[in-house]
Nanobody, 124 residues
Framework: QVQLVESGGGLVQPGGSLRLSCAASGRTFSNYAMGWFRQAPGKEREIVAAITPSSGTAIYAASVKGRFTISRDNAKNTVYLQMNGLKPEDTAVYYC?????????????????WGQGTQVTVSS
């Protein structure tokens, strides 16, 4: 069983930055693709970014490309989301997710394990 715990959310002004972290349990973290999703009020959960087990490939939602960077440190069982140039429309609960494979699906339904979420609010 994989457990994921997000941290690093909070309130930030437009144009500011935050770094989210997701700490994973288990011995097989290095074999899992990892993703970040977000869900705003009244909206469906959507992909933000995902990364392969070896960090060789990453994908991003068009709305965040160039502003957000996903990375992972397999030795620390941790995945990160660096968010720069934050906009009010980035406000959402951000979730860490994993799946037991290397293919980077964009649909939330393809991920097996989820964290509890961390709130990101971008407001002046």
């Amino acid at each position: 069983q994989v457990q994921l715990v997000e941290s690093g959310g909070g309130l930030v002004q437009p144009g500011g930055s935050l770094r989210l972290s997701c700490a994973a349990s288990g011995r097989t973290f290095s074999n899992y693709a990892m993703g970040w999703f977000r869900q705003a009020p009244g909206k469906e959960r959507e992909i933000v970014a995902a990364i392969t087990p070896s960090s060789g490939t990453a994908i991003y939602a068009a709305s965040v490309k160039g502003r957000f960077t996903i990375s992972r440190d397999n030795a620390k069982n941790t995945v990160y989301l660096q968010m720069n140039g934050l906009k009010p429309e980035d406000t959402a609960v951000y979730y860490c997710a994993s799946r037991g494979g290397s293919f980077l699906y964009r649909s939330a339904g393809n991920y097996n394990y989820w964290g509890q979420g961390t709130q990101v609010t971008v407001s002046s």
